[in-house]
């Protein structure tokens, strides 16, 4: 009886071992394909676990960091102060480097795309914005490009919101009239933050850029990029 135990123990000893590798057989290639993979959905870049983060102070640092992300927009994490934050890089634009943000309506198939399909930019040399006490004044300058400088006029402006009116507008408050933040004078050249419409129209309340065609013309998007000077 004790020694057809002892088989017995053997026998089920065997077949843990044969449990065990045949587990690990199953184990060790999934780990090994989720350390070593890399999903790029839409040009975003996800790391697994293990995997150094793709991260940086900005686009530019990142683009420095990580040469290969060079005509490789799309999402990237910017280490701050604080907890990281996700934003969208232009690697493509000027060698790449470019913290974007678009003003556009997402998901709308719309008539300007069939009406109105002409592009223009406008670049500064210089583009920054002050702390908390100056109310975030803007300083832009060196304008070059074929939109026409349009932020001249915001120039050492203060942000206004609907409920912080820093604008030059003594009658009014354009930042509750136009429902927007920004560098607003009295009121504004260009509305990046403006009124999306689906269609061409013109009107102060739109997005538009008014030194390109000198109108108030509706346009489909404007596209914001920040690039650190060497």
């Known amino acids: 009886m004790v020694k057809q135990n002892m088989e017995g123990i053997k026998n089920l000893d065997a077949n843990v071992r044969n449990l065990k590798s045949d587990l690990q057989k199953l184990v060790v290639p999934q780990k090994e394909a989720t350390d070593n993979s890399t999903n790029i959905i839409g040009n975003k870049s996800t790391y697994s676990s293990g995997r150094i983060p793709m991260s940086g102070t900005d686009c530019a640092d990142i683009l420095k960091k990580y040469p290969d992300t060079r005509g490789k927009d799309g999402v ?18 000027e060698n790449g480097g470019w913290m974007t943000d678009v003003t556009e309506a997402p998901g709308t198939a719309s008539r300007h795309g069939e009406i109105q399909r002409k592009k223009a930019y406008a ?6 914005v002050g702390d908390e006490t100056s109310k975030y004044k803007l300083e832009v300058n060196g304008y070059s490009g074929n939109a026409g400088d349009s932020l001249d006029y915001h120039n050492n402006m203060k942000f206004s919101t609907p409920d912080e009116d820093n604008d030059s507008d003594s009658s009014r408050s354009c930042a509750s009239k136009y429902r927007s933040g920004w560098w607003f004078n009295s009121c504004s050249h260009t509305k990046p933050n403006g009124q999306y419409t689906d269609s061409e129209k013109t009107g102060y309340e739109f997005v538009t850029w008014k030194l390109w065609k000198n109108s108030w013309i509706s346009l489909k998007s404007i596209k914001l990029m920040i690039c650190p000077r060497d």
């Open 123 to 128: 670049v500064y040399s210089r583009f920054a």
């Open 76 to 93: 990237y994490n910017i280490v701050g102060l604080s907890r990281p934050k996700a934003v969208y890089c232009d690697m493509t634009t």
